[in-house]
């Protein structure tokens, strides 16, 4: 192992350390505040996955990640186990109100582009219709924004655009900046880096360079959906790339150290 990867994983395999000892160590599962710790520990892990990969010493096994990350899926699990029963009899009454309060004629409603519909943090409206025409994977964020666009050009006549879309991320591989290519109701292309998340839409989330310098080079064109991806109706919300860039801090959170 080489020393600047060894100084490196002491000190974040540290980091790790500690919020597993602060927040998930014998900690109930079930909770809002479990869940959006066991989401912030997942973060931590995907980043330092990420930053394994560049190293000379490519092993997951210098990092001591793989054991977190059993302990991460075993206790998702459980969480969501927990959290479902809890919510059980809350569901059966909602759904019995919601019955018998839909009025039996709807007013039709303008349809907005998802880039616009879903400014404000809202459940997906259609989700059933859009579920069921795809088997969501374990890459449950990218199919949903795929899902989405793809039904909403099929609500304007628009199956020509709805066959064009494509999960890149998936197709060709991380690297473009974006994960998935849809497109404007003009046609221009439009292109969409998902930020997944089963604790908040709040919650921070992290960009690589590569998405960050794509967002630069597309100020009128690339998007960031937020999507909150949960047992029930998942919700989302849509960024710009200027509103991205300008609105938030972006912290830079690791660095390559070579020879000169």
């Known amino acids: 192992m080489q020393d600047f990867e060894r100084a490196a994983s002491e000190y974040y395999q540290e980091q790790l350390r500690e919020f597993f000892a602060s927040n998930l160590y014998k900690k109930r599962s079930g ?10 520990f997942s973060s931590m892990i995907e980043g330092l996955s990420k930053m394994n ?5 490519n092993s997951i096994s210098y990092w001591g990640l793989q054991a977190y990350k059993d302990y991460l899926e075993k206790r998702t699990i459980n969480h969501n186990l ?3 029963k809890r919510s059980e009899t809350f569901h059966s009454v909602r759904n019995f109100v919601k019955k018998f309060s839909q009025p039996k004629e709807l007013e039709q409603k303008k349809i907005i582009a ?3 519909h879903y400014r404000i943090a809202r459940r997906i409206d259609n989700w059933e219709e859009i579920n069921k025409k795809r088997k969501l994977t374990g ?5 949903i924004a795929v899902a989405i666009e793809q039904a909403f050009f099929e ?5 020509d655009l709805a066959d064009k879309i494509r999960h890149v991320a998936v197709e060709d591989g991380d690297g473009l900046g974006y994960d998935v290519l849809s497109f404007f109701e003009d046609g221009r292309k439009k292109y969409i880096e998902v930020k997944s998340t089963t604790a908040s839409l709040g919650s921070s989330y992290f960009l690589s360079s590569n998405e960050l310098g794509f967002l630069k080079d597309h100020n009128e064109d690339a998007f ?14 849509t960024y710009s790339s200027s509103e991205v860039l300008e609105k ?3 912290i830079p959170v690791q660095y390559i150290v070579s020879g000169k």
């Open 31 to 40: 909770s809002q505040r479990f869940e959006e710790a066991l989401s912030e």
């Open 53 to 57: 990969s560049v190293f000379i010493t």
């Open 82 to 84: 927990q959290s479902s």
């Open 114 to 116: 998802p880039e616009k």
């Open 139 to 143: 890459q449950k964020g990218e199919e």
């Open 155 to 159: 609500s304007i006549n628009r199956k």
């Open 224 to 237: 960031i959906y937020r999507i909150l991806v949960t047992n029930d109706v998942p919700e989302v919300t």
């Open 248 to 250: 938030n801090e972006i």
